[in-house]
């Protein structure tokens, strides 16, 4: 018998081009409000939901 926990857990799909998109689009208007130096990769986490570590796997730093 499985929980119902279990059933969500296997129909959960990641979608890496998504998080990417989600990434940027919230980056972007991170960099436009703060520029370079202002921007915070933490504020950028927060707001797509993600962790820092994410963000630096699919992007590198704040250049890329």
């Not at 990417?20 to 939901?49: C, K, M, N, P, W």
Request: charged content about 35%; hydrophobic content about 35%.
């Amino acid at each position: 018998m499985t929980t119902k926990n279990q059933e969500e857990k296997r129909s959960w799909k990641q979608d890496p081009e998504a998080v990417q998109r989600d990434i940027l689009a919230v980056a972007v208007t991170e960099f436009a409000e703060h520029g370079l130096s202002g921007a915070r990769v933490d504020r950028i986490a927060a707001r797509t939901r993600t962790s820092k570590r994410m963000i630096y796997y699919y992007f590198g730093d704040k250049l890329g």
